[in-house]
């Protein structure tokens, strides 16, 4: 595991940079430097002072990786907590900065249309597609892109699988270091609220947690396992039936900070002390982790670097594709990193 970098050494300012001087969105920065006319003027003349201020430049090498000719890369997303999709953006967008892509961002009903709007990028022109969860993991989407040979990169899913690479951390042995931790702490009722159990990153998570608690010398126990789908909501109602239990939990890690956070909330209005009468720890390390108090120990999930990877792979992927080249699946895993604040301390 490598220690967190609030940015890349020796790196100039980026977009998140800019987007935060000027009080904008990643995207919004995007756009105007694309020359894009969805953008009001006054917004626009923000964006450009504030690149002009910061000395933001392009990286016109990089760009000239592609060999001239625009990659067309499509983002689909669903069901994403803000925090999450803000870093996803701002490591999508810089990279594709960097290269000459135009970035097609949408949304989409998992249950609904998902497959409709794969078909309508595809035949809107775009090469490659890059799917996080929970897309990465339905397998109607995956069978379109597979059919038609769509470069592709999916983020925290399984295996790699013909034209489609993959970009993860291990998310079993982040959860596992952090239910050691915890345990290490003297917690031997540690509970556990998961993230959507019809995603391949919950089910890994959820593996984690219970062979740490197994190596710790405890043994699961199954009151103590809430169910949760990565929301506030459902992390709030995961924490209440927690800490109703008669013999509730002395710590609660759950499975993405959003949760966790919810899980604070829950504790402070039974008149809880966190981390004095309960720890609480997240997974993710999103801008909630440090917006909060207690400010959480959590794992980080390098998602910047996560989505900048992955546009890396697809620009391969696609000059590959173009002079007629195989490209087989890769994986990329990344480390993660255990992060301790505030929000954790031995039990009473």
């Given at each position: 595991m ?6 890349r050494?020796?790196s ?9 001087e000027?009080g904008?969105s ?13 953008v009001r ?8 002072a ?10 016109s090498?990089?760009?000239?990786l592609?060999?001239?000719?625009q990659?067309k890369i499509?983002l689909l997303?669903?069901?994403l ?8 953006l701002i490591?999508?967008l ?12 949408e949304?989409?009903?998992?249950e609904?249309n998902a497959e409709?709007?794969?078909?309508r ?5 775009v ?9 990465s993991?339905l397998?109607a989407v ?7 040979e ?5 983020i ?10 993959v ?7 982040a959860?596992y ?7 290490s702490?003297g917690?031997?009722?540690?509970g556990?609220?998961?993230g959507?159990?019809?995603q ?9 947690y219970?062979q ?6 405890l043994?699961?126990v ?9 929301t506030?909501r459902?992390?709030l109602t995961?924490?209440?039936?927690l800490?109703?239990?008669k013999?509730p939990?002395?710590?609660?890690f759950?499975?993405n900070d959003?949760?966790a956070?919810a899980?604070?909330?829950?504790a402070?209005?039974?008149?809880l ?5 309960l ?22 999930q390098?998602v910047?670097?996560?989505s900048r ?14 002079a007629g080249?195989?490209e087989?699946?890769?994986q990329?895993?990344?480390?993660f990193?255990?992060?301790r ?6 039990p009473?």
């Amino acid at each position: 595991m490598k220690p967190k970098q609030s940015r890349r050494q020796g790196s100039g300012p980026t977009i998140a940079d800019v987007a935060r001087e000027a009080g904008v969105s990643p995207m919004t920065v995007s756009r105007v430097i694309n020359g894009e006319d969805s953008v009001r003027a006054r917004t626009r003349e923000t964006v450009n002072a504030a690149i002009k201020f910061l000395g933001y430049t392009p990286n016109s090498a990089a760009r000239s990786l592609a060999g001239g000719a625009q990659i067309k890369i499509g983002l689909l997303h669903s069901h994403l907590n803000a925090s999450y999709l803000s870093a996803f953006l701002i490591g999508a967008l810089e990279q594709s900065s960097r290269y000459n892509i135009q970035l097609v961002v949408e949304h989409c009903d998992v249950e609904l249309n998902a497959e409709a709007v794969v078909a309508r990028m595809l035949s809107g022109g775009v090469e490659a597609m890059l799917l996080p969860p929970p897309l990465s993991d339905l397998p109607a989407v995956l069978e379109v892109l597979e059919s038609s040979e769509t470069p592709t990169v999916l983020i925290a899913a399984e295996q790699p699988r013909n034209n489609i690479s993959v970009v993860k951390i291990d998310d079993y042995q982040a959860a596992y270091e952090m239910t050691r931790h915890i345990a290490s702490l003297g917690h031997r009722r540690i509970g556990y609220i998961t993230g959507d159990r019809g995603q391949q990153v919950s089910q890994r998570r959820l593996k984690g947690y219970r062979q740490a608690l197994k190596d710790s010398g405890l043994c699961p126990v199954d009151e103590l396992v809430q169910e949760g789908i990565f929301t506030y909501r459902s992390g709030l109602t995961g924490a209440e039936k927690l800490l109703d239990l008669k013999q509730p939990p002395t710590a609660v890690f759950a499975s993405n900070d959003e949760m966790a956070a919810a899980t604070i909330s829950v504790a402070q209005r039974q008149g809880l002390d966190v981390p004095r009468d309960l720890t609480v720890c997240g997974f993710d390390d999103t801008a909630l982790a440090t917006t909060i108090w207690p400010e959480l120990t959590t794992i980080h999930q390098p998602v910047v670097d996560m989505s900048r990877a992955a546009v890396d792979l697809l620009v391969k992927k696609v000059r590959a594709q173009r002079a007629g080249e195989a490209e087989q699946g890769q994986q990329v895993q990344l480390d993660f990193t255990l992060i301790r604040r505030r929000s954790d301390a031995p039990p009473r």
